[in-house]
C-alpha cells in the first residue's frame, strides 16, 4: 500500500469518496444521463481500484476494461470530462482528502483526458473561453471545421 493510498484511509477511504462521487455522478443533469444503464456497483470496484493504482498501489489489481476502448463509443465532449472531473474534485474535499493526495489524483485524470474524449470534440484550452472583443481572436466552433461561427474561413 502507498504512502499516499493510506494518507486516504486505504481503500476504504477511497471507496468512500468514490461512492460520493458516483452518487453525484449518477444523478447530475450535465452527464448522469451517460450512466443510465452503468452497473454502479461495478464502476464503484473497478474505480477504487484504478485510484488505488494511480495513487502508488502495486499490491491492488485493476479488474476493469481497458478505458480508451470502452468510453470510446460513449463520443465523450471536453464538457462531459471536465464536469466529471469537477465532481471528483467535490468528492475528495468533502472527505478532506489532504491536498497532496488531490493534487495526484487529479495529474493522473488530467493525463487520462485526450486519451478518453473523441479527439474531434475537443477545442483545445480556448475551448469555452470569453475571448475579449475587438482582439482580432475568433472562437472556434468546432476543432475539425476551418469555418470561423459566421461561416467565412
Ligand atoms: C480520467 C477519467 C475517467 C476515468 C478514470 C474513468 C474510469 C472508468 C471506469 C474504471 C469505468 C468502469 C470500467 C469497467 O466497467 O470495466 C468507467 C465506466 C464508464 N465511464 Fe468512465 N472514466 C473516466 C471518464 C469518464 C467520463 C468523462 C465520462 C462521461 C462523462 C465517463 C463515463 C463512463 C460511463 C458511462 C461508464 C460505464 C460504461 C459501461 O458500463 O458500459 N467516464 N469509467
Given at each position: 500500500m502507498s504512502q499516499l493510498v493510506q494518507r486516504a484511509g486505504g481503500l476504504p477511504g477511497l471507496e468512500a469518496v468514490i461512492?460520493?462521487?458516483y452518487d453525484a455522478v449518477l444523478r447530475d443533469p450535465m452527464i448522469g444521463y451517460l450512466f443510465a444503464r452503468a452497473d454502479r456497483g461495478r464502476l464503484i470496484r473497478t474505480e477504487t481500484e484504478?485510484?488505488?493504482r494511480l495513487l502508488g498501489a502495486t499490491d491492488v489489481r485493476y479488474?476493469?476494461?481497458?478505458l480508451p476502448a470502452l468510453h470510446a463509443p460513449?463520443?465523450?465532449?471536453g464538457g462531459h470530462f471536465d464536469r466529471r472531473t469537477?465532481?471528483?474534485?467535490e468528492a475528495m474535499a468533502a472527505?478532506?482528502?489532504p491536498d497532496d493526495v488531490q493534487a495526484a489524483w487529479l495529474e493522473h485524470v488530467t493525463d487520462m483526458r485526450p486519451h478518453l474524449i473523441a479527439a474531434a470534440d475537443d477545442c483545445g484550452p480556448e475551448a469555452g473561453r470569453v475571448v475579449?472583443?475587438?482582439t482580432g481572436r475568433r472562437l472556434m466552433i468546432h476543432a475539425s471545421d476551418p469555418k470561423g461561427p459566421d461561416g467565412r474561413p
Amino acid at each position: 500500500m502507498s504512502q499516499l493510498v493510506q494518507r486516504a484511509g486505504g481503500l476504504p477511504g477511497l471507496e468512500a469518496v468514490i461512492v460520493t462521487f458516483y452518487d453525484a455522478v449518477l444523478r447530475d443533469p450535465m452527464i448522469g444521463y451517460l450512466f443510465a444503464r452503468a452497473d454502479r456497483g461495478r464502476l464503484i470496484r473497478t474505480e477504487t481500484e484504478l485510484a488505488a493504482r494511480l495513487l502508488g498501489a502495486t499490491d491492488v489489481r485493476y479488474s476493469g476494461r481497458p478505458l480508451p476502448a470502452l468510453h470510446a463509443p460513449l463520443r465523450l465532449t471536453g464538457g462531459h470530462f471536465d464536469r466529471r472531473t469537477q465532481l471528483l474534485r467535490e468528492a475528495m474535499a468533502a472527505h478532506d482528502l489532504p491536498d497532496d493526495v488531490q493534487a495526484a489524483w487529479l495529474e493522473h485524470v488530467t493525463d487520462m483526458r485526450p486519451h478518453l474524449i473523441a479527439a474531434a470534440d475537443d477545442c483545445g484550452p480556448e475551448a469555452g473561453r470569453v475571448v475579449p472583443a475587438g482582439t482580432g481572436r475568433r472562437l472556434m466552433i468546432h476543432a475539425s471545421d476551418p469555418k470561423g461561427p459566421d461561416g467565412r474561413p
